[in-house]
């Protein structure tokens, strides 16, 4: 369906898991750690570059890896193609939609 192999797809559930699981903790403690723990803070936090830019990554690896598991459920498991392909595209629609919103929302930040 995609020029994208089985072999790649795996490796990028399993880079974008990891970078998901060490963001968080990351992102967690330190935000727990900020004082006072408010909007003000989060917004100070994300308004640092270095920080933005891991977040947005953060985004994108999220969103890569919800797409990569969403299709591979969709292929494995939905075997008319028209439905498949209407369900993938709804999937990438999301998906897209809830980027560019993730996006405005760190880039206000």
């Given at each position: ?40 803070a ?9 920080n ?58």
């Open positions: 369906m995609s020029g994208f192999s089985g072999m790649g797809a795996w490796l990028l559930q399993r880079l974008t898991a990891v970078y998901l699981v060490v963001f968080t903790v990351w992102a967690g403690i330190r935000l727990a750690l900020a004082d006072p723990w408010s909007y003000a989060w917004s100070g936090w994300l308004g640092e570059p270095v933005a830019a891991l977040a947005w990554l953060f985004g994108v690896s999220l969103l890569a890896h919800a797409w990569v598991g969403g299709r591979d459920v969709l292929i494995d498991y939905i075997h008319p193609l028209g439905l498949r392909l209407a369900l993938l595209s709804l999937l990438a629609g999301w998906l897209l939609g809830s980027g560019l919103v993730f996006t405005a929302l760190v880039v206000s930040a």
